[in-house]
């Protein structure tokens, strides 16, 4: 009940201040940043799998969200509208560093809600290592997927992101959406089979 209550006078503070910060206020768009800069970086790391770009990558998203603050209409939330500048800016940054010829596109870390059940909450050490495996496993095996699969996983199983949005998000149809979030789960359970006899 009380978390409701903040949630619901934090929404309404966010209303403000995207309001004053649409009339110009930069102090009321700082409160934003300062607001929504940790989840961002978050999600953009678990896509591009490293902290420069996912840096370069919120800095490009918050100053396209300042430009373009005219332009948001308030049919989806600030959240949702300020996380879909930011997944297409850490999806251009990696396509930049294919493009220069640089690193191949790294893991997301951690893994889906289908997971739960390998790592347990249970601390015993067997437990605990087990959970180590899982994460070790989980991020070699989504640094071997296309990047649309390890974005569409993570807007889906981190970020708990519609089919709808996602879609707008990648450019994709829905179905084809649907497929890259499949064909990450999949791969997914398969390297994690093992593990999963053994536990």
Do not use: Y
């Amino acid at each position: 009940m009380a978390i409701a209550r903040i949630q619901a006078r934090m929404n309404g503070a966010e209303e403000h201040w995207v309001a004053q910060a649409r009339s110009g206020d930069q102090a009321a768009f700082r409160l934003l940043v300062e607001a929504h800069a940790r989840p961002l970086f978050a999600v953009c790391v678990r896509i591009t799998r490293d902290g420069a770009l996912a840096e370069d990558a919120v800095q490009e998203a918050l100053f396209n969200a300042w430009r373009h603050l005219a332009d948001f209409d308030g049919r989806a939330g600030f959240r949702t509208w300020l996380h879909r500048i930011a997944v297409n800016a850490a999806l251009e940054q990696l396509r930049r560093r294919s493009r220069d010829s640089l690193l191949q596109p790294p893991p997301t870390d951690d893994d889906g809600d289908f997971l739960a059940d390998l790592a347990g909450d249970a601390p015993d050490p067997h437990r605990h290592a087990l959970g180590d495996e899982v994460r070790r496993h989980t991020e070699e095996q989504l640094a071997r997927m296309s990047v649309i699969e390890r974005a569409a996983f993570v807007l889906r199983h981190h970020e708990g992101q519609s089919l709808e949005d996602i879609s707008a998000v990648l450019s994709l149809n829905v179905n084809a959406c649907k497929q890259a979030i499949f064909r990450a789960v999949r791969k997914l359970r398969g390297a994690l089979q093992p593990l999963r006899s053994s536990s």
